[in-house]
């Protein structure tokens, strides 16, 4: 084996140990946050405070802290030697379609949100850099699935699960911008959809998208991302759930946290 192969198979596996404890880290990130969601709002919408820095507009804020896990992996694709494998291109196809949506989409439609605080922003930002590198990287360079994964089982319901979850998620956004009418203020009580049965449809939504994600890719990234995306939003579901409560005496009670009939 020459010198220059061996440098080429060192840095092979020196990478991809570093992306399993990057995704290590992150479910390190996803407890932390978990923990300390319990006693500190997220400030974000309406639960913005100047104390975590100057408002950065809602729409610019989103487009901008999303833009690079829509760019990471679309650059990584385009700079590879070789055509990846079917499942390859799928997975990355799921993963670049939420983040076009959430990038070039989801932020013109926001109807006079309210400034992201600039910590919220920033953290937003580095986690979006972090978390593109870690899924475009492990897919582009390093995921090798048989020729027939796509054909299997984990695969194709994983697949299902993502879609299902993309479409909650969309759907259940569409009701939170829609829930005033053209010049009224203040807040009100979701109706439609999950929202019937829990108060973060939204979130629950996002969750099992990226649940299925992780089914369809059975790798440690997508694996650590999932986890991450529950322990997060779940907190947020729970914020938002305490929040309803506190805000609205008619808001109802059997109405769940996040899964329905259950939590």
């Given at each position: 084996m020459s010198s220059q192969t061996l440098e080429t198979v060192l840095q092979t596996v020196d990478e991809k140990e570093l992306l399993d404890l990057l995704s290590g880290f992150m479910v390190l990130m996803g407890i932390v946050s978990y923990v300390a969601l319990r006693w500190i709002q997220l400030p974000y919408g309406r639960y913005s405070s100047p104390a975590?820095?100057?408002p950065v507009p809602a729409r610019l804020a989103w487009f901008l802290q999303e833009l690079p896990s829509l760019c990471l992996p679309i650059i990584l694709l385009l700079c590879l030697p070789r055509t990846p494998s079917l499942p390859q291109l799928i997975l990355l196809g799921a993963f670049i379609a939420h983040y076009t949506h959430r990038t070039l989409i989801f932020p013109f439609l926001i109807r006079g949100g309210k400034p992201t605080p600039f910590i919220s922003f920033a953290l937003a930002l580095i986690f979006c850099i972090y978390n593109g590198y870690l899924q475009g990287r492990y897919l582009c360079n390093?995921?090798?699935?048989?020729?027939?994964?796509?054909?299997?089982?984990?695969?194709?319901?994983?697949?299902?699960?993502?879609?299902?979850g993309l479409v909650i998620n969309i759907h259940s956004d569409h009701i939170l911008r829609n829930l005033r009418k053209p010049g009224e203020?203040?807040?009100k009580i979701p109706r439609g959809g999950l929202f019937e049965y829990v108060s973060g449809a939204n979130f629950l939504g996002e969750i099992i998208e990226w649940s299925g994600f992780a089914l369809a890719g059975w790798s440690t990234q997508s694996a650590a991302f999932a986890l991450f995306t529950f322990l997060v939003l779940c907190s947020r579901a729970q914020q938002h759930h305490r929040w309803y409560l506190e805000k609205f005496e008619d808001y109802p009670k059997s109405r769940k946290i996040l899964i329905p009939f259950l939590y």
């Open positions: 975590f820095g100057f390093y995921a090798d699935y048989s020729s027939d994964w796509t054909t299997e089982p984990f695969f194709i319901i994983g697949l299902s699960l993502w879609f299902i203020t203040g807040y």
